[in-house]
């Protein structure tokens, strides 16, 4: 079992190589010029620095990149910032809900500790204390994603209120925020991305595009083809 779950967290070249298979197939690259070629070789070494976490200098993507696709770099990482600043800016409602959480908590804390010592009546009336503040919990985020479904972005995890789905008012099962220092948090936000990822993304876009007479294969058109290979049979 244990294999099976290092397997998921490696990279997929298959995958990787059947994307690539796809693409040549529907949109082959003709033969370069010495000029693309020589671009091409630049922008491939390039992408392996950033792989490697090597910081690439801006003047050094101006100089390989075309106008365009250092525009293109650009907005994508304005994107980023905005939806940092965005995240800063936590709903009230969510902000009750976190609170909540907190309190829920501590008493949760303050039982384990009395717990450990021996005092185990003293803990129970922490843990009943936390259980309701759970309870309470899981009814505000009902209520939140009820009347604003779009907040579900905030969350670490997918969220169903349907019987028999992982949620529970208990302080393991109760979604965190993504802006949480929580130990139980899941995962951050998957629309975050770093500098890094953004400039390889756009080199890889580049690297792409060299050669290929049709329409650039645009950040959407990528995304849509990496969810196409990735769908279940």
């Excluded at 010592?117 to 899981?138: I, P």
């Excluded at 985020?141 to 008012?169: P, T």
């Excluded at 925020?177 to 756009?202: C, F, G, M, P």
Aim: proline residues 3%; contains cysteine.
């Amino acid at each position: 079992m244990s294999e099976w779950l290092d397997n998921q967290k490696k990279p997929n070249g298959n995958h990787h190589k059947l994307l690539q298979k796809r693409i040549e197939k529907t949109n082959p690259r003709r033969k370069l010029t010495s000029e693309e070629t020589k671009r091409l070789s630049k922008l491939e070494g390039i992408a392996d620095k950033l792989r490697r976490g090597e910081n690439v200098q801006n003047r050094q993507l101006q100089t390989w990149l075309r106008e365009e696709e250092y525009e293109q770099l650009e907005c994508e990482w304005k994107e980023q910032l905005e939806l940092r600043n965005e995240l800063k800016d936590k709903p009230s409602d969510l902000k009750r809900y976190e609170e909540k959480l907190k309190q829920a908590t501590f008493y949760y804390n303050r039982a384990e500790g009395y717990s450990s010592k021996g005092k185990h009546s003293t803990a129970k009336k922490f843990y009943d204390k936390s259980e309701s503040l759970c309870e309470d919990a899981l009814a505000m985020l009902q209520e939140i994603l009820h009347y604003d479904s779009s907040l579900r972005v905030w969350f670490d995890r997918d969220i169903s209120f349907e019987v028999g789905s992982d949620l529970s008012a208990d302080i393991v099962s109760l979604p965190r925020l993504v802006t949480s220092r929580s130990n139980e948090k899941l995962s951050d936000d998957s629309r975050l991305t770093s500098k890094q990822s953004v400039k390889l993304a756009v080199i890889e876009r580049a690297m792409h595009n060299i050669g290929r007479d049709a329409a650039p294969a645009s950040k959407p058109t990528a995304s849509k083809l990496d969810k196409f290979l990735n769908a279940d049979d």
